[in-house]
């Protein structure tokens, strides 16, 4: 359940940093290899006896991902040309020209199915594939085993094949038949595949198994053979009989050619094979794995988690509390509208009115010195307010503000009938009346933005875009310190806005790059000062190789105590314990 | 016969050494026993309609004699173990070039050419590829047969060769005794053919007479077509078949990328690309290189198609197995999954050949002619022989630091530490030529399979925030949708992640070897690829009668009496439970069985034949009936399985095939997201039997459906639901790490000689580089052991004795003062991110912090190469100066995150060409 629900929040997550990958169902079934047992029938020559195919489930396929859901019209098209079908009376034509030894399951039978529910692999099988197209593939691979090519003592494997007919490994040997031409019958199990290097790196698998396979067949059929011998030894039947060549085998009448069943007197032989064929196609696929490592998440992934792992927790609380009640009411309008500005963008939608759309738009609304001053307090930490009439406008500027810090750093109010004090919330929306305290009105770690209607009497606006026609912003603060120097960050971030040449994602992948460049200092001056407890001077080192000292040097540090305080609780747990064990000595 | 070397070398490369050995010491072979050049055999055999076989030659039937060495064979002569194969040395030296004497060939080339080519010949007219193990004396054959492609100037083709043997073999009828010398003047050849010491002076002297090729007549035969696609008929089926319906199932596959924005799966999807395209869905689907053909004409003409089939031209490759039971099984687990590239230089060896053939053709007199080819073909060989011999023994890195810390994540800290160490010293000492900067900006651009392993993992951690995940969604794909993970491997370790395809290698160049030896340790963190488990059955459950394999397990060798079984199942009942389960399987069973009884008896007595595909729809599935029928009591319960059967019957007569992809998911599929796919599946299974039951409550009106509205669904239905589900056999596995893959093996140590397989590894002096690099680039390029196309093929050389790093390329560009490529422009951002590690590591930071730090700022590059491919995305001219301001991307670093950006934006490649 829990596990469900990170997910979720990782979709969500995903949505909005813009790099979801979605997975869908492409409408696929694959088979990358099948088992088939062939004979050379004295009658028939080589016959294909039976096939064990693997079916795939429809597979996650990397696609292109982009805003909404794709339609159903887009599986549809996708499956044009894909949707053919093919009828054909298969066991007229094939009955025909068969005898019980180029048969395994009787024409009526079903066939056999085993699905590996871990994957969802169908292993199918029948006498023949149930593709059409690997049937030729079968036909051709048993041929070529049985009367093509040359195995030193007919009996032994041998890895043929080309880019056309697929590649085969196939295992020769021989099954005693006390009626059959020379006491035995020729058989084969072939291995199909379109991987070349897939099925040779095999060999050594696929040779170890089928000479069990192979073995344990020819055993029980060698056992049947001994029987059949003292109850009536062929040899001397033979030898006293006229002997034709020509009719031999149809002389034997009834018994012509006998199946594989009889031979081996096993009445479930097929059902087995089915085991064992299914069991080797499954084991030789999974008999290599690769542990393949990805980078660890980012910062704001883990804050995400761990942010949502806390509301469940929260909300079970209140379930347990409450006999499981329908709505739990306390304090919701600050958590859910907490939770809605972390995870769901597509809430400000709801409301009517002018929106900031980017960073680069509220720069040009508000000026770029007013913006400056605002990105700066922001980067800084201190508390952001914002007090207007219209929450959808307010809720869109902390939107875009947001993207300035690491979700860690982010706790909003984002619109609230009295003041919120700033160690709850750096972002607060505030309705026009609510009064701000003195003292925070006093403090340096405090702006405020006053959003006030234009009058103008005109009751249509003339368009969304166009906020100042709509409002004015006053910006004020008590801070004295300059915010034209640093931090650095914020420097890069104005050049970005300010060029008009790059577009609003590649703005937002920069600011990504930025934040991820900081966030890697904050670790190690987390790391420095808050776990190893160096002293000022080692620190000043460090600053000075995280390329955090120069111009603008005060408000860099100053940026990265702050984001300090937005690191996952897991990574600095992590940090707090389990690196200290691999501490080295100073003598090092 | 163990060598006193060998025994200073310790067994196996693998699972031995800590984290504590110095990382000048620890470089093991990979071998575990001698490996002799004798051991490898070729054969190249001729099949022409008109003349029968012949064998062009038998390495067997040629035997050095030499004045000086008059009993030596050289082959004989294993290479010191301590070094790679020599090439050179000792050949200069000697005044007489040995001379050779061509004998019979030997008694088993008659089989061997059965072998080769088959008993009937095929009419394909691509090449085949085969392997025997030929039991007694122990070898493996490879076999590559070609057919053959002349110009139209000279449709005489190889005739003109087979004639000179021919003549002479009758000129000279008792040629088994007649020895004699030839000389032939071959200043260019021996040049050429200085290579190994059992090569010495090979091409000196022949003498026409001992050449004696056999035509064996018998051996001829008629090609026959073989059922192929697109026959209009097949075989013993009946199934009509068109060549449009092929072409129809031949949907092309997705191109890498094309539709693929997001960034962050390109391992993810190079892996899923490799299972479709190597899938059977589609039937056979030519990949590409198929047209291989045997050229005997320096032209490329186009000749009679008629032609063309008459005559093929084998090349096999005898490798005579060790004797002892564990060297023969490490050596054979050795062959088959370093398989491609053994293939690689087969076809080496092959191009080798055809040109010997077309250039002998050139030389009139025809005993001359002969001694030409042989010297070209044994020269081919020997190279082909020291490549095996040096893939096989070289030494290798034993303890790679990224595949370490990979699989031993308890040494991890002592790695770490190091790891930090060594490079820190390396820093330290080219320092003023930024010489580990610029080798790390050329590794890092090329060998791109870092990239995915610093992508940020969108799942939460399982253990800490410092271990990287492993990657549940390859995972999840490796299990539904198999691929090679071997060959996954290769293609990460030449860094074949980008697009266009590119591969590389690294080669670590110096005369100080403790200093090349600490490169390669540094770079083995750098050069990345997955870790490979293998998972067997343990040693014991092979004999077990219980295991899977075998077939006639608790199947009872002497027939029991039959056993009356207490109460009959009644098939019905059972299945009725069963569907009753998948539709709601919370419930008890039993409890709507009357309900779905009925169903299912409307099912079985329907007589109206024409809804018998509806009613298949609802075969059962029926796992307690098949566990009843195969349990213990398998005999007695034959006759109910039997019973069954008969029942079900009258369904089958009319079978349909249903291709392509009938509806069947609802976005259910991506619910889970990344979870599994498994219960995914079940819960379609359940939603679709429910589907098809409640259709077939309505299927009295199916009588009258045309073909049309039968839903696509319901015809998948009917092939997919019929048949008796049987459990799949569980089965005990041992997972031990993999010894035998390519993160092991082509991770180099200190060669004496330059090899061209290794991903990376490291040699005393280039002279051999320098001969061999460029064709051995343009090798890859037409060859590649990826068994994929690949655009350009790469060699970063790493000359640690003048500290310069070049990197060269098949693309060949004209490089002044006969340099071998372009010096490396060194990465600012790279620069900077070692540097900083280095100081943190000076500043006492606990070194797998700084290893954190590492992959925190190579991560980093992977976020500003989105950047530049967003940015690039709307770009048709790029401001070197804007992506500097803003991004913070200098024209050094352009190339770098130009060419990690191409792993998650294809198009990048594009718009910077």
């Avoid at chain 2, 490759?317 to 002892?324: D, H, V, Y």
């Avoid at chain 2, 687990?333 to 191009?351: G, I, V």
């Avoid at chain 2, 079984?565 to 399987?585: F, G, M, Q, R, S």
């Amino acid at each position: 359940m829990k596990q469900l629900k990170t997910i979720d929040c990782i979709k969500r997550w995903r949505h909005f940093t813009g790099t979801s990958r979605r997975y869908s169902c492409t409408q696929l079934v694959k088979m990358n290899a099948l088992v088939a047992l062939c004979h050379f029938c004295e009658l028939h020559g080589p016959r294909t006896l039976f096939c064990t195919e693997a079916v795939h489930p429809p597979s996650p396929s990397p696609s292109q991902s982009g805003p909404g859901i794709p339609g159903d019209r887009d599986r549809e098209a996708d499956r044009e040309g894909e949707g053919l079908t093919m009828r054909a009376n298969s066991s007229a034509t094939q009955r025909a020209d068969m005898c019980e030894g180029c048969r395994s399951l009787p024409a009526s039978h079903p066939g056999f199915v085993s699905v590996d529910s871990e994957t969802g692999i169908r292993y199918l099988s029948h006498q023949h594939p149930r593709q059409p197209q690997l049937f030729s593939v079968v036909r051709q691979a048993c041929v070529r085993s049985l009367s093509c090519e040359v195995c030193p003592g007919r009996e032994g494997p041998i890895f043929f094949g080309d880019e056309q007919h697929g590649f085969v490994f196939s295992h020769t040997f021989f099954i005693k038949d006390n009626l059959a031409r020379g006491f035995q019958r020729w058989y084969s199990i072939v291995v199909v595949a379109m991987d070349r290097i897939y099925l040779i790196n095999s060999w050594p698998f696929l040779l170890r198994h089928l000479r069990l396979t192979i073995q344990s067949l020819q055993n029980t059929a060698l056992k049947v053979f001994d029987s059949e011998q003292c109850v009536c030894p062929q040899r001397a039947v033979r030898m006293n009989s006229a002997f034709s060549p020509a009719v031999f085998p149809h002389q034997r009448s009834g018994n012509a050619a006998r199946s594989l069943t009889s031979l081996t007197q096993h009445p479930n032989l097929w059902a087995s094979l089915h085991s064992s064929f299914s069991w080797l196609l499954k084991a030789c696929g999974s008999r290599l794995t690769e542990k393949l490592l990805e980078g660890a998440p980012t910062e704001d992934t883990l804050v995400l988690i761990e942010r949502q792992t806390e509301q469940e927790e929260e909300m079970s609380g209140w379930d347990g509390a409450e006999g499981g009640g329908s709505n739990p009411q306390p304090s919701q309008s600050e958590s859910v509208q907490v939770k809605d500005f972390q995870f769901d963008d597509g809430r400000q939608e709801d409301l009517l009115g002018p929106k900031f759309k980017s960073l680069r738009h509220l720069r040009q609304v508000l000026g770029a010195s007013d913006f400056r001053q605002l990105a700066w307090h922001v980067l800084m930490g201190n508390q952001v307010i914002w007090r207007g009439a219209d929450p959808g406008l307010i809720q869109s500027a902390f939107n875009v503000l947001k993207a300035l810090l690491p979700v860690g750093c982010v706790r909003a109010v984002l619109y609230s009938p009295h003041y919120e004090e700033a160690y709850r919330c750096n972002f607060l929306g505030l309705s026009p009346d609510v009064p701000i305290p003195a003292h925070v009105s006093s403090s340096e770690f405090s702006m405020l933005v006053d959003v006030l209607n234009v009058e103008r009497g005109c009751v249509n606006p003339i368009s969304d875009d166009d906020i100042l026609s709509l409002y004015q912003f006053n910006i004020s603060s008590a801070n004295t310190q300059p915010t034209d120097k640093g931090p650095t960050l914020l420097n890069k971030i104005e050049v970005a806005l300010s060029n008009e040449n790059l577009s609003v994602e590649v703005v937002s992948l920069c600011l990504l790059c930025l934040k991820e460049e900081w966030m890697n200092k904050v670790k190690v001056l987390f790391k420095f000062s808050k776990v190893d407890g160096r002293g000022k001077e080692d620190t000043q080192k460090v600053l000075a190789l995280l390329g955090a000292t120069g111009p603008g040097e005060e408000d860099n540090v100053r940026l990265l105590k702050f984001w300090m305080t937005g690191l996952s609780k897991l990574y600095k747990s992590h940090l707090m314990t389990a690196v200290r064990g691999g501490e080295r000595t100073l003598s090092q | 016969m163990p060598t006193l070397l060998q025994k200073l070398f310790s067994k196996r490369a693998v699972g031995s050494g800590s984290a504590r050995d110095c990382s000048t010491a620890a470089e093991q072979c990979w071998a575990s026993a001698e490996f002799d050049l004798a051991q490898i055999r070729l054969i190249v055999y001729q099949d022409c309609e008109r003349r029968g076989r012949q064998v062009l030659f038998d390495s067997k039937a040629i035997h050095k004699l030499d004045t000086s060495e008059p009993t030596a064979d050289e082959t004989k002569t294993p290479p010191t173990r301590s070094g790679a194969c020599h090439i050179g040395s000792q050949a200069s030296e000697k005044d007489k070039p040995p001379t050779y004497q061509y004998t019979r060939p030997a008694s088993d080339v008659n089989m061997l050419g059965e072998m080769m080519f088959g008993s009937v010949s095929m009419s394909y007219k691509g090449s085949t590829l085969k392997i025997h193990h030929i039991r007694s004396p122990p070898q493996l054959m490879v076999s590559k047969v070609f057919s053959t492609r002349f110009g139209s100037s000279t449709s005489g083709s190889t005739n003109t060769l087979q004639d000179s043997f021919e003549s002479m073999s009758q000129a000279f009828p008792s040629h088994a005794s007649s020895i004699g010398v030839c000389r032939v003047p071959s200043a260019p050849l021996l040049c050429l053919a200085r290579s190994a010491s059992f090569f010495a002076g090979l091409c000196g002297m022949l003498k026409p007479r001992e050449h004696v090729l056999i035509s064996h007549a018998h051996a001829h035969s008629n090609p026959v077509d073989m059922p192929s696609r697109g026959h209009s008929e097949d075989g013993d089926s009946g199934i009509a078949r068109s060549a449009s319906l092929s072409s129809l199932l031949a949907t092309p596959l997705p191109s890498p990328g094309s539709s693929f924005s997001s960034g962050c799966a390109s391992s993810y999807q190079r892996r899923w690309l490799r299972s479709q395209a190597t899938s059977l869905q589609h039937g056979p689907m030519p990949r590409w290189n198929t047209e291989e053909m045997f050229s005997l004409s320096d032209e490329s003409c186009s000749s009679n198609p008629a032609t063309i089939r008459r005559k093929k031209i084998a090349i096999s490759i005898i490798i005579s197995l060790p004797e002892r039971e564990e060297e023969n099984h490490n050596f054979q687990e050795f062959f088959f999954s370093h398989f491609p590239l053994f293939e690689s230089h087969m076809n080496k060896l092959k191009t080798a050949i055809e040109r010997a053939m077309i250039l002998c053709r050139r030389i009139a007199e025809s005993s001359q002619r002969v001694q030409v080819y042989l010297c070209r073909v044994m020269e081919a060989l020997g190279e082909f022989r020291m490549t095996v011999w040096n893939l096989y023994m070289a030494p290798r890195i034993s303890e790679p630091v990224w595949l370490s810390m990979t699989s031993q994540s308890t040494e991890r800290n002592l790695l770490c530490q190091r790891f930090l160490k060594e490079m820190s010293v390396l820093m330290d000492h080219g320092a003023k030529s930024q010489f580990l900067s610029a080798l790390l900006t050329a590794v890092l651009t090329h060998h791109l399979a870092w990239v995915p392993t610093v992508m940020p993992s969108s799942l939460p951690p399982i253990k800490s925030a410092c271990q990287k995940p492993a990657s549940q969604t390859v995972d999840l794909l490796a299990k539904s949708h198999p691929y090679n993970p071997l060959w996954a491997q290769l293609g990460d370790l030449y860094g074949a992640l980008g697009s266009p395809v590119r591969v590389c290698r690294t080669v670590v160049l110096g005369r100080r070897r403790e200093l090349v030896q600490r490169v390669l340790y540094i770079l083995s963190y750098f050069i990345r690829c997955s870790d490979l488990q293998e998972h067997v059955q343990p040693q014991g459950q092979m004999k077990n009668p219980d295991n899977p394999a075998n077939p006639c397990s608790s199947q009872t060798t002497d027939p029991t009496p039959e056993k009356t079984l207490p109460p009959k199942p009644d098939p019905l009942k059972h299945t009725a439970c069963v569907i009753e389960k998948a539709l709601n399987p919370e419930s008890v069973p039993g409890t709507s069985v009357e309900q779905n009884n009925e169903t299912l008896l409307t099912d079985t007595k329907s007589t109206n034949p024409s809804s018998s595909l509806e009613s298949s729809a609802v075969r059962p599935e029926c796992t307690e009936m098949a566990q009843e029928c195969f349990g213990e009591d398998t005999d007695s319960v034959g006759g109910g399985l039997e019973h069954i059967l008969a029942n079900q019957s009258p369904l089958l007569h009319r079978v349909q095939f249903h291709i392509g992809s009938p509806r069947e998911t609802e976005n259910e599929g991506q619910a889970g997201g990344l979870s599994g796919a498994g219960c995914g599946l079940d819960r379609k299974l359940h939603q679709r039997l429910l589907t098809d039951i409640q259709r077939n409550e309505s299927s009295d009106s199916a009588l009258g459906d045309s073909d049309e509205e039968t839903s696509q669904r319901e015809l998948y239905m009917a092939t997919e639901q019929k048949e008796y589900e049987l459990p799949l056999p569980s089965y005990q596995v041992e997972s031990r790490a993999s010894v035998n893959h390519f993160g092991r093996s082509l991770l180099g140590g200190y060669c004496p000689q330059y090899m061209p397989d290794f991903a990376l590894h490291g040699i005393s002096s280039d002279l051999r580089l320098k001969q061999c690099l460029m064709s051995d680039l343009e090798h890859t390029v037409l060859h590649p052991a990826l068994d994929e196309p690949v655009a350009e093929a790469l060699c970063i050389v790493a000359d640690t004795d003048r500290l310069s790093v070049q990197v060269v390329t098949s693309q060949r560009r004209v490089c002044e003062g006969g340099r071998l490529g372009r010096d490396v422009m060194v990465s600012n951002l790279v620069h900077t991110l070692i540097t900083s590690v280095r100081q943190l590591y000076a500043l006492n930071i606990a070194s797998d912090f700084c290893v954190m730090h590492l992959e925190d700022r190579l991560q980093e590059l992977y976020f500003k190469s989105r950047s530049l491919a967003e940015y690039l995305r709307g770009q048709t001219r790029v401001h070197v100066k804007e992506l500097g301001l803003a991004l913070g991307i200098e024209s050094s670093d352009i190339p770098l995150l130009a060419a990690v950006a191409s792993t998650h934006s294809p198009y990048v490649a594009q718009i910077l060409l």
